[in-house]
């Protein structure tokens, strides 16, 4: 059984930078594509970045220049460095992975960007 943990969110002001972090467990890590989505209040939820397991990463144009999202399968961990962060950037952070047909999410991240 996949299992995914989130940390790392939490209050910031515009323009500052936060580190989330997803462990997984319960599954091989190194060679599954991660992935990072959010979904603010009334939207749908949606996909920020994404890196493969050979590390070729993707991104939303909202937040390109801005977010980098890595891996380390040493840990089975992925993060997702965001710098210069916005309003707009506030949402309910998941981390997630796919397994054949079966996806995979973790609780979710609050950040939350305001002054």
């Known amino acids: 059984q996949v299992q995914l943990v989130e940390s790392g969110g939490g209050l910031v002001q515009p323009g500052g930078s936060l580190r989330l972090s997803c462990t997984a467990s319960?599954?091989?890590?190194?060679?599954?594509?991660m992935a990072w989505y959010r979904q603010a209040p009334g939207q749908q939820r949606e996909l920020v970045a994404s890196?493969?397991?050979?590390?070729?990463?993707t991104y939303a144009r909202s937040v390109k220049g801005r977010f980098t999202i890595s891996r380390d399968n040493a840990k089975n961990t992925v993060y997702l460095q965001m710098n210069s962060l916005k309003p707009e950037d506030t949402a309910v952070y998941y981390c997630?992975?796919?397994?054949?047909?079966?996806?995979?999410w973790g609780q979710g991240t609050q950040v939350t960007v305001s002054s």
């Open positions: 997630n992975t796919v397994r054949g047909v079966n996806l995979y």
């Open positions: 319960g599954t091989i890590f190194s060679i599954y594509a």
């Open positions: 890196i493969t397991g050979g590390a070729a990463t």
